[in-house]
């Protein structure tokens, strides 16, 4: 499959704990996006790479996350001290310019209880 | 912030009828896009239409912009059961903040 793929699918954790989620772009896309989508609601932009650079960042995006892209691959993207409000699909998409269609991974639903 | 507001929110019509999902957004914008998302595919990319576009079309689907009056339409002919799923439309101002969805239209397609 040549899709953009996430692991985990499911995170369930306790309030407090650290989390991290990977997503692996398809091979040939530079840009790379992280979103997030609560229930009910369209995705909300978090991130943006264009190969390993951090180009932009949501307002949303606190402090407690971080995403990287090292070597402009497969992203991360960690979240500490996850608090209940933090409970939502997180999104990878990736798209190749000049065409600027993005697309999405099957995301992870993270629970925090 | 969402920027698109998609109607109407919920939609259900009989199979075989045409189905129109309306945008309208805030900013100006590079592009426009339209997105299906059901439970088991996940967010799938249905067409992209520029800010110099009026129309376009893709099988069954008529995509129209209009940036004078901010808005978009999505027209899906000859539906199917398999259409059922949630719609969002997508803007991309060309900036480096990705793209900016809105709500979605549910869309439920009746056998």
């Known amino acids: 499959d040549t899709g953009v793929s996430q692991n985990p699918r499911h995170k369930i954790t306790k309030r407090g704990q650290n989390v991290t989620f990977r997503c692996d772009p398809i091979s040939e896309h530079n840009r790379l996006y992280w979103y997030r989508q609560t229930l009910g609601q369209g995705p909300e932009f978090l991130t943006y790479?264009?190969?390993?650079?951090?180009?932009?960042k949501s307002r949303l995006l606190s402090d407690r996350f971080s995403a990287e892209r090292p070597k402009g691959s497969f992203s991360t993207l960690e979240i500490q001290r996850t608090e209940q409000g933090d409970s939502a699909m997180y999104l990878c998409?990736?798209?190749?310019?000049?065409?600027?269609?993005?697309?999405f991974g099957p995301g992870t639903r993270l629970t925090v209880l | 912030s969402q920027q698109g507001e998609e109607d109407p929110q919920a939609l259900s019509i009989q199979e075989g009828e045409n189905a129109t999902m309306n945008c309208s957004y805030k900013?100006?914008?590079?592009?426009l896009q339209w997105y299906r998302q059901n439970s088991g595919r996940g967010l799938v990319h249905l067409i992209l239409?520029?800010?110099?576009?009026r129309e376009k079309h893709s099988g069954r689907l008529r995509v129209t912009l209009d940036t004078s009056k901010k808005s978009s339409s999505l027209l899906i002919t000859a539906s199917r059961a398999a259409d059922t799923a949630s719609y969002f439309c997508a803007t991309d101002g060309g900036g480096a903040d990705g793209l900016t969805f809105g709500k979605g239209t549910h869309l439920i397609i009746q056998p």
């Open positions: 998409a990736s798209s190749y310019p000049p065409w600027n269609e993005q697309f």
């Open positions: 790479f264009q190969n390993e650079a951090q180009l932009e």
């Open positions: 900013t100006s914008i590079n592009n």
């Open positions: 239409i520029r800010s110099n576009e």
